[in-house]
């Protein structure tokens, strides 16, 4: 096994985080006084670096046939599988809407109705305190979420690859000069096709690298950074473990146990970058799925109907976070560098 081939911005990070007491003093000033560091040069270019990424997300998507609708903000239910986080809530008129964590069901009966379709859309979810010690995880971000109308998982994950690709390459070609001028960023020629691991072999890579995962967890963090690592382009990681997903991931119903979904992961140690999955649309798996995860399905009223009504709805998507992407392409050390006026876990204060 080859050693792994850590962006030096990833290793720049976990230097800061060991003394953590330091660290979050610091990260605690940085977020207070955004309007400080946000008028440098290098931060400048980050921020026009992700116009133009969220430009060419668009302009690739247009170019394929999707439509952009508009997303929610607000709604009865969001998004459950948050991985740790708390979800936010409002009065809503005496009764009680949660902020979006993301707007994953409400794009599915959307894909059925336009075909393609993707939102641009802002996300709430309250991470746990330590959340600030990964680099990768901000209370308030943006997502690009699409979905597909008859579509597979295999569909979502080569559209991501494409997707992906187009985007590095756009930014390459506009801001490459740039970004090794001043921020010593060379964005690579991927290798195509992406090599995609089941979730049972990404497990079994990480444990032989002296990473141990429980076999039917995601990847954690530490690992899942060793595991980008090892890889020159985005790999792949699918067919996670039922249970470890939302309820929404389908499972395969000839594979018991085994869900119809995946994750993309960045090189260089920069980790996730994509979730994805078919969706789970017989009515009765949902119910089910729903009380699996310690839910009550009447909290779903309208998502339940809504899968009635337009059965089989058949879906496959994924979403890709833009603070994350504009970190990979700009190089930088955590996510709270690729946002103006960042918010992160148990920091009040500032804009």
């Known amino acids: 096994m080859d050693s ?29 006084r955004s309007w400080r560091w946000a008028q440098q040069d290098k931060y400048k270019l980050v921020f026009r670096v992700q116009a133009s ?47 979006m964590s993301s707007a994953i069901l409400y794009k599915q009966y959307m894909a059925a109705v336009l075909g393609k379709i993707y939102f641009v859309s802002p ?64 964005l690579p020629e991927f290798k195509r096709p992406f090599k995609r691991y089941t979730h049972k072999e990404a497990v079994e890579f990480v444990n032989k690298a002296g990473c141990k995962n429980p076999p039917k967890e995601e990847l954690m963090w530490p690992c899942e950074r060793l595991f980008s690592a090892y890889h020159d382009s985005p790999v792949f990681v699918y067919d996670y473990p039922r249970g470890s997903r939302g309820f929404y991931d389908r499972e395969d119903p000839e594979r018991p146990g085994v869900l119809r979904d995946f994750d993309m992961l960045y090189p260089e140690g920069f980790g996730e970058a994509i979730s994805g999955a078919e969706r789970e649309f017989e009515p009765e798996r949902l119910v089910a799925r729903i009380r699996e995860g310690g839910e009550d399905p009447a909290k779903y009223s309208w998502f339940l109907q809504m899968a009635k009504e337009f059965y089989p709805l058949q879906t496959a998507g994924f979403g890709i976070g ?20 960042p918010k992160v876990a148990g920091i009040i204060g500032g804009p």
Request: glycine share 6%; net charge negative.
């Open 4 to 32: 792994p081939r850590f962006h030096p911005s990833v290793l720049e990070f976990e230097k800061m985080v060991v003394d953590k007491e330091k660290y979050k003093q610091e990260l605690e000033e940085w977020v207070k």
């Open 53 to 99: 990424a969220l430009r060419a997300l668009r302009e690739y998507l247009d170019s394929k046939g999707f439509v952009e609708v508009l997303s929610p903000i607000i709604g009865p239910v969001t998004d459950p599988g948050i991985r740790g986080a708390k979800q936010a809530t409002i009065d809503f008129y005496g009764a009680e809407y949660k902020v």
């Open 123 to 186: 996300n709430i979810r309250l991470e746990p305190n330590d959340s600030i010690y990964t680099g990768r995880h901000l209370v308030e971000f943006y997502q690009l979420d699409l979905e597909m109308y008859k579509a597979t998982y295999h569909d979502a994950m080569d559209l991501a690859e494409d997707l992906v690709s187009y985007v590095v390459k756009y930014i390459r070609d506009v801001h490459g000069k740039e970004l090794e001028e001043k921020l010593g960023r060379q």
């Open 322 to 341: 833009v603070e994350r992407l504009t970190r990979y392409l700009c190089g930088l050390r955590a996510v709270w560098e690729a946002r103006p006026y």
